[in-house]
């Protein structure tokens, strides 16, 4: 079983930075692919971004624009989402997920881990 546990949410004003924290505890393997999704009220869960404990492949959702990154801290089992330039409309519960098998998926059914999301909250 793994677990996964999103931290770095709250509120902030829009153009101001964030970055959220997402650490992993349990079983492990080498070539978990990790991602980022979000969901805000009323709307389906969307793909941010990957990448992959092995190597530095990443994968960005088409609407990322630069402003969002992605990044690992193998040592201490936890991906990071570097957000910048923050808008009202990315007001959303963040989410980080894991995947065994697939290479680098953007779409929520291939994950099979979640965490329990971290609110971002940003007003104009």
């Known amino acids: 079983q793994l677990e996964l546990a999103e931290s770095g949410g709250g509120p902030v004003q829009a153009g101001d930075s964030l970055r959220l924290s997402c650490a992993a505890a349990?079983?492990?393997?080498?070539?978990?692919?990790m991602a980022w999704f979000r969901q805000a009220p009323g709307k389906e869960r969307e793909f941010l971004a990957a990448?992959?404990?092995?190597?530095?492949?990443?994968r960005y959702g088409d609407f990322v624009e630069g402003r969002f990154i992605i990044s690992k801290d193998i040592a201490k089992n936890t991906i990071y989402l570097q957000m910048n330039g923050l808008k009202a409309e990315d007001t959303a519960v963040y989410y980080c997920?894991?995947?065994?098998?697939?290479?680098?998926?953007?779409?929520?059914?291939?994950?099979?881990?979640w965490g329990q999301g971290t609110q971002v909250t940003v007003s104009s």
């Open positions: 997920a894991f995947d065994r098998y697939r290479d680098l998926p953007n779409y929520v059914a291939a994950y099979d881990y």
């Open positions: 349990g079983v492990w393997f080498t070539n978990w692919a």
């Open positions: 990448i992959r404990w092995t190597g530095e492949s990443t």
